[in-house]
C-alpha cells in the first residue's frame, strides 16, 4: 500500500500487532505500521468516513452495489472530496461477514478466472491500492496538457526520412543487393519497415552512417579505377 | 497468475525447483507449477515469442520504449493475436539486467510512489496479471472488433531477430563501422530501432541479403588475399 501511495491502515482486533513479523515484512515502510490505528469493530474503524466500500471474493445474497476494481477507485478517490473514505478488508480465510459487508456502502468485487477464484488477502490489497493509484495518476493526467515523457532526441522529418531512403536505395545499388531484381518492391517493403520503427534523428544519423561504411566498401571492392 | 486467468509459467535458471514451500504457496495451483518449463537463459526461453515486455522498477539508461500497466497490456493482448507473447520479470532484489533487458521489445514500468518505488515481485506481478485480466474483460465487453488484419506474412520470433541482430554486428564488423568507438552502444540502438518496427519473417530475410551484400563487398574491399 505504501509504494501506491496510500498510508493510513487501520486495524480492527488485530490477533498480534505490534509483530516482528509485521515488522520485518514492512521492508521500510514502518511508519504506516507505526500510524496504524487499531480499532475493536469495525463499525468504530469507519464511523468518521463518508464512503466505506468492502471488497468480497464472491457475490453475496444480501443486496447491494457491487463494483469492479476500477469503478471502485473512482468511486473511492471521487468521495474523498467530501470526507474520509475506507476500503475494509476481510480476513484471510473467510473475508468479511455479511455483518461487516452492512457497514459498507457499496462492495468491491475482482473478478478472479471462475475455476480458481481464491485470491489471497495481499493479492487483492495489491490489486485495489494499484487501482486507486492507476486512477489517481489518470485523473492527475486528464489535468495536465503535456503526458509522456520528453524523448531527449526529436523524431526524424518526414525529409529527413526521405533522404534515409534516398541513400538506402543509393547503398543497395553500390552493394549490387538487387540482382536484376525489381528495386521498386523491396524499396517500398524497406520504407514500411523503418517508417514503421519511428526513427529519431540520431538513429536516422546511424543508419546513414553505416550506409556511408557500406558504400566505401563497394568502392573499394571495385578498386581504384572504377571512378562511376 | 492463475486466478487473473494466466497458465503459463517459464522460470529462468531457478535456484531449487521443484521446491515444496513453492508448492504450499500455490495454494490449489499445483497446475501451473506442473507445467512450469525451465530454461537456461532468458533468451532460450522466449525465443517462440512474438512480442517479450519485461518489467522494470526504475527508468533505465537505455533507450527503449517504456509503457504503463494498462497499456502494457493491451500491448500484450494484440501481440498474442499474432503468437506467443512474454511478460518478463527478474530477480526479487535486483530485478532484470541490462542484458535480459535488451531482449526485450519494450519494458514495463509500474508507477508506484516517488519515494517508496520498492515493489516486491509478488506484489508486480499481481499488478500485471490483474491489468491483462482487467484488459481482456473489457475487451470482451466491448465485443472486440477483431484484432487488426490478419498479416500475410508472419512477425519474426525472438530468435530470428537474434540472429539478425548478430548478423547485424558482425556486418558493422566486416565494413568498419565503429572505427574504435564503441559497438555495444550502437547496437543497443539499432536493437531497439529494429524491434520497434517489429519486422516481419520475410522483412528479416530482406534486411540479411543487404547485410549479406554489404559483407560480401568487405570481402572483396579487402582482396582475395585476405580471408579472415
Redesign the interface.
Known amino acids: 500500500m505504501?509504494?501506491?501511495?496510500l498510508n493510513r491502515l487501520d486495524l480492527v482486533a488485530p490477533e498480534r500487532f505490534p509483530h516482528r513479523e509485521a515488522d520485518a515484512m514492512a521492508?521500510?515502510?514502518d511508519d504506516v505500521l507505526a500510524g496504524a490505528r487499531i480499532f475493536d469493530t469495525l463499525a468504530a474503524a469507519v464511523a468518521d468516513c463518508r464512503w466505506v466500500m468492502g471488497c468480497t471474493a464472491r457475490r453475496r445474497s444480501v443486496a447491494m452495489d457491487e463494483y469492479?476494481?476500477?469503478a471502485a477507485a473512482r468511486r473511492i478517490l471521487g468521495a474523498t472530496a467530501q470526507g474520509p473514505a475506507a476500503l475494509v478488508f476481510g480476513r484471510e480465510r473467510t473475508g468479511l461477514s455479511n455483518e461487516e459487508l452492512m457497514l459498507c456502502h457499496a462492495a468491491v468485487h475482482?473478478?478472479?478466472?471462475e475455476d480458481?477464484?481464491?485470491?489471497?488477502l495481499?493479492?487483492a490489497v495489491?490489486?485495489l491500492a494499484?487501482e486507486l493509484?492507476?486512477e489517481s495518476?489518470a485523473q492527475v493526467q486528464e489535468d495536465a496538457p503535456a503526458p509522456g515523457?520528453v524523448p531527449?532526441e526529436p523524431p526524424a522529418s518526414a525529409a529527413q526520412m526521405e533522404g534515409l531512403f534516398e541513400h538506402l536505395a543509393q547503398t543497395?545499388d553500390?552493394?549490387?543487393?538487387h540482382k536484376g531484381r525489381a528495386p521498386d518492391r523491396?524499396m517500398r517493403?524497406?520504407r514500411q519497415?523503418?517508417l514503421?520503427?519511428?526513427?529519431d534523428q540520431?538513429?536516422v544519423r546511424?543508419l546513414r552512417?553505416?550506409f556511408s561504411?557500406?558504400q566505401?566498401?563497394?568502392?573499394?571492392?571495385r578498386g581504384p579505377g572504377s571512378a562511376e
Chains 1, 2 share one sequence.
Open positions: 505504501r509504494t501506491m501511495g521492508a521500510g515502510a469492479p476494481p476500477d475482482i473478478p478472479s478466472v480458481f477464484s481464491s485470491l489471497n495481499a493479492a495489491q490489486v494499484w493509484r492507476r495518476l515523457p531527449d543497395l553500390d552493394i549490387d543487393f523491396v517493403r524497406l519497415l523503418l514503421r520503427a519511428q526513427p540520431r538513429e546511424v552512417g553505416i561504411d557500406a566505401r566498401m563497394a568502392r573499394l571492392a
